[in-house]
């Protein structure tokens, strides 16, 4: 069964640093979307991203936060300036075209030193 | 207008019984409601999902009721096992292709 995966699965970084997050979608999705997780709180909505463009993104998505599809199958989140509240997991999802179904991958543990 | 309220924040049922955790919108312009289950240190799971032209949709022991008059769903988990432990998630979406927005989770228990 085709399944979203994320790499690193925990990626620890000192405050300042640049992260990238990496994800590889449902190979026929065409809708692809970042949300993050912070312990033991809700799933928070970041962004998300259709056609080459962001088709929509929350307030926490400011300008420290960049996504992008380098080619035909990744997707990746890069944190510019990480802070000490961007600790949290950071989920990527897909959906394929015309549906609501959004399948979510296993996650990147984000701590920020 | 966006939230989601989910209630309770965690529940304990004894194994055969039925789960049942409540969810409630404000937004009438969110037309789809999917449960997603999370076991500790892993992604949400899709569960089971509806639209707002049934009252109910049934797979295996999950069973989601809808009210659209009240704006509440809830997901009922009948014969409640030890293994379907895990924190469980309503959410709610006004399109194919926007954003879930989601409950604050439940902590279910299932005691053998």
């Known amino acids: 069964e085709p399944e979203v995966t994320q790499t690193p699965s925990h990626q620890v970084t000192q405050m300042g640093q640049e992260v990238i997050l990496r994800c590889v979608p449902i190979?026929?999705?065409?809708?692809f979307y970042w949300y993050r997780q912070i312990l033991g709180q809700k799933v928070e909505f970041l962004v998300s991203?259709?056609?080459?463009?962001?088709?929509?993104k929350s307030e926490i998505f400011d300008d420290q936060f960049s996504v992008e599809r380098p080619d035909g199958s990744n997707f990746t989140l890069k944190i510019r300036s990480t802070k000490l509240e961007d600790s949290a997991m950071y989920f990527c999802a897909s959906s394929g075209e015309n549906t609501y179904e959004q399948y979510f991958g296993p996650g990147t543990r984000l701590t920020v030193t | 207008q966006q939230q989601v309220k989910q209630s309770p924040q965690s529940l304990i049922v004894q194994k055969g019984g039925i789960s049942i955790i409540n969810c409630a919108y404000e937004n009438t312009a969110f037309d789809y409601f999917p449960w997603y289950q999370q076991f500790p240190g892993k992604g949400p799971a899709l569960l089971i999902a509806i639209r707002p032209d049934v009252s109910e949709k049934k797979e295996g022991r999950f069973t989601i009721s809808f009210n659209k008059s009240a704006k509440q769903f809830s997901l009922h988990i009948m014969d409640s096992q030890p293994g379907d432990s895990a924190t469980y998630f309503c959410a709610a979406s006004n399109n194919a292709g926007n954003m879930l927005t989601f409950g604050g989770g439940t902590r279910l228990m299932v005691k053998p």
């Open positions: 991203f259709y056609n080459n463009e962001i088709s929509e």
């Open positions: 190979s026929n999705h065409l809708y």
